[in-house]
Nanobody, 122 residues
Framework: QVQVVESGGGLVHPGGSLRLSCQAP????????MGWYRQAPGKQRELVAAMTHLGSTHYTDSVKGRFTISGDDAKNTVYLQMNNLKPDDTATYYC????????????????WGQGTQVTISS
């Protein structure tokens, strides 16, 4: 079974930073669009950022200028660097991978990770 594995969540103060990591099998990482999503209690899961296998990126408006998605081909890993974190960023963050860009953008990727909790609190 394909596994997409996230790590790097935690508790930080407002204004702090975190970096999330998502490792996928080579066969997935090299040919899929990778996405980071988040889901807060009582809310729908939403796309935060996405990156195609060619390196094109997409961000939701609320994180532009604060979050950066990037990839490391050697490690089959995609990262989400989150800076200037706000309490509204508190959520479970998920990594997803999809063959088709549209599926990732619409939060329907083929593969999901198990999620990692990010809590922003003073």
């Amino acid at each position: 079974q394909v596994q997409v594995v996230e790590s790097g969540g935690g508790l930080v103060h407002p204004g702090g930073s975190l970096r999330l990591s998502c490792q996928a099998p080579r066969s997935i990482f090299s040919s899929n669009t990778m996405g980071w999503y988040r889901q807060a209690p009582g809310k729908q899961r939403e796309l935060v950022a996405a990156m195609t296998h060619l390196g094109s990126t997409h961000y939701t408006d609320s994180v532009k200028g604060r979050f950066t998605i990037s990839g490391d081909d050697a490690k089959n890993t995609v990262y989400l660097q989150m800076n200037n974190l706000k309490p509204d960023d508190t959520a479970t963050y998920y990594c997803g991978a999809g063959t088709y860009y549209d599926t990732v953008i619409t939060a329907t990727p083929s593969h999901w990770g198990q999620g990692t909790q990010v809590t922003i609190s003073s």
